[in-house]
C-alpha cells in the first residue's frame, strides 16, 4: 500500500493538521499527519504506526442511539427538581412578582441558601447584605437569578446520579471555569444580562455525563480513540457513537424547556459558525471553553490551542487573541468562589 492510498478522516486536534489513516492491516493502522493546505508546514510530516488496542479506532457498527433517546432513556434521573420548573416559567410571565418567585424558590431549602450565599458573594459584590430570596431577585434580576436556579440546579442533579467517569473534579473545574470564562467574555462584548453566559458555560458539556452515564462502554472507547489519534472530544465521539455530547445537552436543555438561547449555544459550541440564531452568545462559549483548557495548559504548550477558535467566533465578537491571557489572570481567583459557591455539599 502506498501513502497515496490513505484515506483523509478528520482533522486532528491541530486545526492545520490533517490525519491520513490507512484501512486496518492486522491490528494496526498506519497514520501520516501533514500540515493543511496554505498551512505553515511546521515539523516534516509525521508517520506513525497505531495499535487498535481494543478496537478504540473504530467506530459502532450497530449503533441505534440518537441524543433523543440519550436523554429520554435518562428522563428519571435528569429531570430537574419541580422548584426549578416552575421559576423557570414564572420569570418569563409578568404577571408574577419578585416576592412570589421568592416563595417558590423558597420551598426548596437547600436551594435558598445556595442562591444567597451567591448573591451575597464576591461575584455581585453587593455594599448590603441580601438576606431574602425576594430581595435577591430585585437585586440580582428575574431573568439572572432564573439562570442561577437551573445552574445549581443541574449541577445538584448530575451530581446525584453514578457516574462512570474518573475525575469528575476536573469535569466540573472545566465547566466553572468556562462558566466564568464566559461571563468575563460577555461584559468584554458589552451583553446584557451575562448571567446566562454564566450558566451556559457551565453546562456546555453536560452531554459528555449522559455519554459516561448511558454508554459508559462507549464513552471509554471514545476515551481511547482520543488518546490515539488527537482528536477533539467531539470529533471522536461523532465516529464512536455517531453524534456528540454538544447535541445531547443540547436535547437535555430541551426537555427542560431552558430558552432556546441556552440550546443552541450548547448545541453549537464546538461548531460556532453554524449557529445561526445566536451566533455572539455561541461563539463566546467556544472560547471560553478553548480558553478553559488553555488555562490547564504549560505556558508553552498553550499557544497550540489557539487556533482551534474558529475566526467566526472572533469576528462576531470583535474580540481577539489578546484577551486570552488577561481573561485567564481576571478568571483564576474566581474559580475557588464558583467551585465553592455552585457544587453541591459545604
Ligand atoms: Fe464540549
Ligand atoms: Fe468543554
Known amino acids: 500500500m502506498t501513502l497515496y492510498s490513505l484515506r483523509k478522516t478528520t482533522t486532528s486536534h491541530h486545526r492545520h493538521v490533517n490525519n491520513f489513516v490507512?484501512?486496518?492491516?492486522?491490528?494496526?493502522?498506519?497514520?501520516?499527519?501533514v500540515a493543511a493546505p496554505g498551512r505553515p508546514t511546521g515539523?516534516?510530516?509525521?508517520?506513525?504506526?497505531?495499535?487498535?488496542?481494543?478496537?478504540?479506532?473504530?467506530?459502532?457498527?450497530?449503533?441505534?442511539?440518537?441524543?433523543?433517546?440519550?436523554?429520554?432513556?435518562?428522563?428519571?434521573?435528569?429531570?430537574?427538581?419541580?422548584?426549578?420548573?416552575?421559576?423557570?416559567?414564572?420569570?418569563?410571565?409578568?404577571?408574577?412578582?419578585?416576592?412570589?418567585?421568592?416563595?417558590?424558590?423558597?420551598?426548596?431549602?437547600?436551594?435558598?441558601a445556595r442562591l444567597l450565599r451567591v448573591a451575597n458573594s464576591s461575584f455581585y459584590g453587593f455594599q448590603s447584605k441580601i438576606s431574602t430570596i425576594s430581595r435577591a431577585v430585585t437585586v440580582i434580576g428575574f431573568r439572572e437569578l432564573r439562570d442561577l436556579v437551573v445552574a445549581v440546579s443541574a449541577v445538584r442533579t448530575f451530581s446525584n446520579i453514578p457516574m462512570d467517569l474518573e475525575n469528575m473534579a476536573a469535569f466540573w473545574r472545566h465547566s466553572i471555569f468556562t462558566g466564568i470564562v464566559s461571563r468575563l467574555l460577555s461584559k468584554q462584548c458589552r451583553i446584557l444580562h451575562s448571567e446566562r453566559l454564566f450558566v451556559a458555560g457551565v453546562l456546555h458539556d453536560l452531554g459528555q455525563l449522559v455519554i459516561f452515564h448511558k454508554v459508559p462502554d462507549l464513552a471509554n472507547k471514545t476515551l481511547k480513540r482520543i488518546k490515539l489519534t488527537g482528536e477533539e472530544t467531539y470529533i471522536a465521539e461523532r465516529t464512536i457513537i455517531g453524534f456528540d455530547h454538544a447535541e445531547i445537552g443540547a436535547e437535555l436543555v430541551k426537555s427542560w424547556h431552558l430558552p432556546k438561547s441556552l440550546e443552541d449555544t450548547i448545541r453549537f459550541h464546538h461548531t460556532p459558525e453554524l449557529a445561526v440564531e445566536n451566533p455572539v452568545d455561541t461563539a463566546i462559549v467556544h472560547i471560553a471553553n478553548i480558553i478553559s483548557d488553555i488555562a490547564e495548559e504549560h505556558e508553552n504548550d498553550r499557544k497550540r490551542h489557539y487556533e482551534r477558535i474558529h475566526p467566526e467566533a472572533w469576528r462576531v465578537t470583535g474580540l481577539s487573541e489578546n484577551v486570552i491571557d488577561s481573561i485567564i489572570c481576571e478568571a483564576h481567583p474566581l474559580l475557588f468562589e464558583g467551585l465553592a459557591l455552585i457544587m453541591p455539599g459545604d
Open 43 to 112: 515539523d516534516a510530516p509525521k508517520l506513525t504506526l497505531w495499535l487498535m488496542s481494543e478496537q478504540a479506532m473504530l467506530p459502532e457498527e450497530k449503533s441505534d442511539l440518537t441524543p433523543e433517546s440519550m436523554v429520554k432513556g435518562m428522563v428519571k434521573l435528569v429531570s430537574l427538581p419541580h422548584v426549578c420548573i416552575r421559576v423557570n416559567l414564572m420569570v418569563d410571565d409578568p404577571k408574577y412578582s419578585a416576592t412570589e418567585i421568592g416563595e417558590v424558590i423558597s420551598q426548596d431549602a437547600a436551594l435558598t
Open 22 to 33: 490507512s484501512p486496518p492491516i492486522g491490528n494496526t493502522v498506519i497514520v501520516r499527519q
